[in-house]
């Protein structure tokens, strides 16, 4: 996989939150100066949502900061549930079943109910999707909560990237879009909300299939909102996209700015996925089979960036990585 | 491997920095609880330095935190280094060779000069060990900088582990001990000391050729000390030992404290091991063609619990974990 491949470029970041791209391109950017021939063929890396390694071995980390990524609105069950759920999104994404799990754990004091708690709603995660957590590291730190968690697993098939999707091809998604948003944003949420933002629930086992039957030509999650996320997957493929905004799978609760939420939220964990039209009876039986909601939402087309149907394409407006930093120590 | 095996129980912490004890316990604990019937033959887990799965893949976890495990000593391209080399240790301390990395980077503020640095550092490791660093999550933290890595490889025979030492095995260790606690310890520490802070130097050829030759019966990476790491390696095996004090290999560097850098330091990142007496010569010799320092330090004798030829044995003084809890937000 050459780094070009692995990482689409994309151009240079204008708002703050953009420093994470900068950041992986910084690292990236150093690990291929150091000169190393290892041969890596057949593995997939930095740009997908999983990389993939030996033996179909799928790897994805991911990083929850309290205060960041979660605050009071989550029990301490909580944050250990969505620790893993958000990484068995990546690894349905790329088509990967969970196996194994090692957590690094910062913590700012001794606090054995919030562990207690938190290890809970992990064993219950585990337990759901079938993962064994199989080693960690637990260190002090003077900052906030954190916890990173590495997922592996096992590809059923060849790995669904972000970069298959051609013109033609219809634009899919799981599940309804907007209720984690709409979880973080409204004052009052109504339970369905907090129940997505608490506890994701990514449609592995349907996920799975679809990369066994080989019916989708690309994919990936849907975790920092269809606005920032499509065009991640529209720059991997080399394609546009028209999205119709009407469309999209949504949920009484959002309110009047359920477009909002559906668009420019993020947290959906669900799975995003073009497919050729052709396949379109195969994937409702499919996704009927395993009571998942699926909308098909538009369509890929040539080009290089989505647009909406009915407009501009909207600014991503999740962003993990965006405290302002005058706030930091 | 049963929990008990995985994870041998050790007496209820008497001091705050036993916390990772309890954390690693109750996560453990709450792992067992959930019913799952998933057959894990031939896994290893908690309680060794790396877990291993399938295909003999080997993975180890370790957390950096900026002002905890690193400071102002360590330059960016430092702590880069370091953030794969402690991993490295861990996977050489049960005989597997890395092969890919996952990055999970939390940052309190952009940065670009300090990530520069880092990848730098960490591109250089990856090159010395043959790593590819295949993916990463990079958030905000209001936090300090703290940097998770996780390592995969390969286990290049059976995993070496904790639990094998027998009565009458010798103690071997490689490197020179105390080095790095100097490093950080002393007001003005000589350049040897500071080398071994920053940059960490796990003896891999060495463990891996070790590993081959099965010449060892149990083995662990000193990096909490020895004081204590041999109690860690008793109470997995079942055992006792005695150390010699004046053994211990040193450097005139350490100055008038240096059996207590030796003892109750950390971060030598070091090979403990044990090993028939009748393999001492093949062990030298391998040691010799690796360029590897390489002492006998003690024996295993029946027990529960390590003891110093000299006299009791000493209080552990690394504590990654401590942070004065009063100091946390």
Known sequence: VSLERAFPLEPPPARPHDDEDVVIATLLRARGADGSARDHEGWVDAGDDAAVVDHGLAVTVDALVEGVHFDRRLSPEDVGYKTLAVSVSDLAAVGARPSWAVLALALPASDPAWVDGFARGLADACARWGVRLV???????????TA????GGTCVAAPRRRSGARPGDDLWVTGTLGLASAGWRLDAP????LAALRRPDPPLAFALDLALDGLAT????LSDGLARDLPRLCAASRVGAVVDA???PGDPCLGSDAVDHQLRGGEDFQLLFTAPP???DALRALAAR???????????????????AQGSWPT???AHFAVDPGGAA
Do not use: N
């Not at 395993?290 to 909406?308: C, N, S, W």
């Open 135 to 145: 080693g960690g590291d637990t260190v002090r730190t003077p900052g906030p909560r």
């Open 148 to 151: 990173s968690l590495t997922l």
């Open 190 to 193: 109504p339970a369905a909300a």
């Open 218 to 221: 690309a994919g990936m999650d």
């Open 246 to 248: 009407d469309a999209l």
């Open 278 to 280: 052709g396949h379109a």
């Open 290 to 308: 395993h009571g998942v909601r699926l909308t098909r939402v538009g369509r890929i087309e040539p080009g290089d960036a989505p647009r909406l």
């Open 316 to 318: 991503p407006a999740w």
